[in-house]
């Protein structure tokens, strides 16, 4: 693949200050020439007026943002031109297949390097599709028929995005403390929002949680 001749525009959209700054030095160090972040953003407000402003070639999403989540951005782009990468923490299938279907390009974990990231971008940018390898997997069964995702999981709809996201995370194995540290978030924060989640879905420890996504596939 050719460099192109001028930068890609890209708006960074997420609700941690700390990882859009990440971001934004990744990309700066690695993709210098090739990609150019023009505006980042935290919630979907901020986001539909940054690509409204900017008209970035590409849009870094994350799945779930204050004010409707990623999907929601995407349903009031009026650009027609701008593509979308999600860029989650989450790789649980109903985020990648329902994000997909509102429109992004590609979806991509948050644990991708810099200069994977540029290449992801790079793509999109040149009309290709991108996921994870894992990931791909999850999108060619759902759209083969061969995979369905429930439309709406009662359990999983008490939930709000944070703690969903800590219940994944908390699900999978990780400690507390490194579950705050991947959030951005204390950890006096992940056991509140573990207690409620447990609350929530009538469990009384992490191994019942865990069974409990392993058996909605959501690790």
Do not use: C
């Not at 941690?16 to 700066?28: P, Q, S």
């Not at 799945?63 to 409707?68: E, N, R, S």
């Not at 939930?159 to 999978?172: D, G, K, N």
């Amino acid at each position: 693949m050719t460099t192109p001749s001028r930068p890609i525009r890209v708006v960074v959209v997420d609700d941690h200050a700390m990882f859009r700054t990440g971001v934004r030095a990744e990309l700066g160090a690695v993709g210098e020439g090739v990609v150019e972040v023009v505006a980042d953003a935290a919630d979907v407000e901020e986001a539909v007026r940054a690509v409204a402003e900017h008209t970035p070639n590409v849009v870094l999403l994350d799945v779930h943002l204050p004010g409707g989540g990623g999907v929601e951005v995407m349903r009031r782009d009026r650009t027609g031109s701008t593509r979308y990468l999600a860029l989650s923490v989450s790789d649980a299938a109903e985020d990648v297949i329902g994000t997909i279907r509102g429109g992004a390009r590609g979806y991509v974990t948050k644990t991708i390097t810099g200069a994977e990231l540029v290449d992801a971008v790079r793509r999109v940018a040149d009309g290709d599709a991108v996921f994870s390898p894992r990931l791909a997997g999850f999108v060619l069964d759902a759209f083969a028929g061969t995979f369905a995702v429930a439309e709406v999981d009662e359990d999983l709809d008490r939930l709000t995005e944070r703690e969903r996201e800590v219940m994944r995370l908390i699900a999978r194995g990780y400690a507390y403390r490194e579950v705050a540290g991947e959030l951005f978030i204390s950890v006096k924060t992940v056991e509140t929002h573990m207690s409620s989640v447990l609350r929530k879905l009538q469990l009384s420890s992490r191994h019942e949680l865990t069974r409990w996504a392993t058996d909605r596939r959501l690790l």
